[in-house]
């Protein structure tokens, strides 16, 4: 499911193959009901708390980038956010090796995003 869940993060004409989703917790406060879904497919991976410096990761058995939006929610100091992200706001990097994607959420709802 996690492979599913995340094929959706890169983007490039030469396919990217993505081995490992990381979100950090760049913000003061606690995140909690933090969940990437990728519509298209239905694929949800979630974690229900991450601590402020902490991080929530996964990783799932390689598999070529479909470019699939995907979207990111999470509650934080009780209110809920959620970003459309698309392989352009990712950005992609050519290679032949694995790659990582890295959400960072920071404060007030603000995200970032980046494939390493």
């Not at 995140?31 to 979630?46: A, E, W």
């Not at 934080?76 to 960072?104: C, F, W």
């Amino acid at each position: 499911m996690f492979s599913l869940g995340l094929v959706g993060c890169g983007a490039t004409s030469q396919a990217e193959v993505i081995t490992s989703l990381v979100i950090h917790n760049k913000s003061g406060r606690v995140l909690n009901d933090v969940s990437l879904k990728v519509p298209k497919t239905g694929s949800i991976v979630s974690c229900s708390s991450i601590p402020p410096s902490g991080e929530c990761s996964f990783g799932f058995q390689q598999r070529e980038s479909q470019n699939n939006p995907v979207i990111i929610s999470w509650v934080q100091n009780e209110k809920p956010y959620s970003h459309r992200l698309s392989a352009d706001m990712i950005g992609h990097q050519n290679s032949e090796l694995p790659l990582t994607v890295y959400l960072n959420i920071l404060d007030y709802g603000a995200i970032q995003a980046a494939m390493k």
